[in-house]
């Protein structure tokens, strides 16, 4: 196995590898997105992962980024720094389970990086793109305004595979006033939506997954569900779960008492 074996393999069904750089016509009339995502063993996932899995998932996080602002998957890089464990099956696995995705959602892969490291270590960038000025953002949340999520709640013990909400998002273009999607806890992500808008929220009600409890719902990270607002008047997807308000920016009520913005921080988390 070398570098030049996998990148003719990649190039059979990914015809924009090759060069130093993929060449690429930007499209008229649209915002381009980009959105990278390390996925890191022992951190991400563990080596007893199928290597399909650890290739959809580590697309499928960029492509959360692209659905919460509404846009349409174009390119894809992915860079990998091998393992002394993996071998040519695992390789293949890996880019069956990123071409799979890609295939599905229509994105293009444009290139990458290939290297070695003591644990195994992907990079996945994404391009998107959406109607100028249409992108969905943080900042947009008005007190008064729905708050929304696309799906149950509970982390990543409860979700075997992550579902980019690519179609929701397209959905909500000139109608949700605000979007993110949630990648660290419902609670800490509503905090940070909060914060962009200027304003507060109060929490009512959240949906769970099977098996999960309200404490995970609310602060486990990896739910990858879309979380926005829109106004009460304005017909939108999803599940309502609270309202925006009036308040100290950022500060969160849970059923009328103070919810602490807690969830997953890499930078509090390492050991």
């Known amino acids: 196995m070398n570098e030049d074996a996998i990148i003719r393999k990649l190039q059979r069904y990914a015809p924009l590898i090759g060069d130093d750089c993929a060449v690429i016509q930007a499209p008229r009339d649209q915002d381009l997105l980009f959105t990278t995502d390390f996925s890191i063993e022992g951190v991400h996932f563990t080596r007893d992962s199928p290597a399909g899995q650890i290739g959809h998932r580590a697309v499928a996080r960029s492509l959360s980024d692209i659905a919460a602002m509404g846009g349409r998957p174009l390119y894809c890089l992915v860079s990998i720094a091998i393992a002394e464990w993996t071998d040519q099956r695992w390789i293949d696995g890996f880019y069956r389970g990123v071409n799979q995705l890609l295939r599905q959602t229509k994105t293009q892969?444009?290139?990458?990086?290939?290297?070695?490291?003591?644990?195994?270590v992907l990079d996945v960038m994404l391009c998107g793109a959406v109607?100028?000025?249409k992108a969905l953002r943080r900042s947009g949340a008005r007190p008064g305004d729905i708050i929304y999520v696309s799906g149950p709640l509970g982390g990543w013990r409860?979700?075997?595979?992550?579902v980019p909400r690519l179609d929701i998002g397209r959905k909500l273009i000139g109608k949700a006033t605000s979007c993110m999607d949630i990648s660290d806890g419902l609670a800490l992500d509503?905090?940070?939506l909060c914060l962009a808008s200027g304003v507060a929220a109060e929490i009512d009600s959240v949906p769970l997954l099977k098996g999960?409890?309200?404490?995970?719902?609310l602060h486990d990270r990896e739910d990858y569900e879309l979380l926005y607002t829109a106004h009460p008047k304005r017909r939108v997807p999803g599940i309502r779960i609270g309202t925006i308000t009036k308040g100290k920016p950022g500060a969160l009520r849970y059923n009328g008492k103070k919810l602490a913005p807690i969830g997953y921080?890499?930078?509090?988390?390492?050991?």
């Open 265 to 271: 921080d890499h930078l509090q988390q390492r050991s």
């Open 131 to 133: 109607a100028k000025g």
């Open 212 to 217: 999960a409890t309200m404490e995970q719902a």
């Open 109 to 120: 892969l444009a290139g990458g990086d290939i290297s070695h490291a003591e644990q195994l």
């Open 158 to 162: 409860h979700k075997s595979e992550i």
């Open 190 to 192: 509503l905090h940070r």
